[in-house]
Nanobody, 115 residues
């Protein structure tokens, strides 16, 4: 079993920055990849960024060049640095982990970007 807890969301003006954190606990050794998803009102949940155990990263086109995913293995934590935020980035952001088969989700953290 894997537990994921996100933090770092909040209210920010357009052009500002936030850093989200996701702390993993439980069967951490079994995690193959982690990522950040977001879901805006009335929209499908979408992948924002992902990082594999090998260090490969992927980003949605809408955030590439503005967001950076990173990890600190010693702290069992994954981060999402969000710069140059836009109102369209407003969503609930979820941390996710892939454990070979099952996937796990955090509770979500709200990011609101005002114009």
């Amino acid at each position: 079993q894997v537990q994921l807890v996100e933090s770092g969301g909040g209210l920010v003006q357009a052009g500002g920055s936030l850093r989200l954190s996701c702390v993993a606990s439980g069967m951490i050794f079994s995690i193959n990849a982690m990522g950040w998803y977001r879901q805006a009102p009335g929209k499908q949940r979408e992948l924002v960024a992902a990082i594999t155990s090998g260090g490969s990263t992927n980003y949605a086109d809408s955030v590439k060049g503005r967001f950076t995913i990173s990890r600190d293995n010693a702290k069992n934590t994954v981060y999402l640095q969000m710069n140059s935020l836009k109102p369209e980035d407003t969503a609930v952001y979820y941390c996710a982990a892939v454990v070979g088969g099952p996937g796990y989700w955090g509770q979500g953290t709200q990011v609101t970007v005002s114009s």
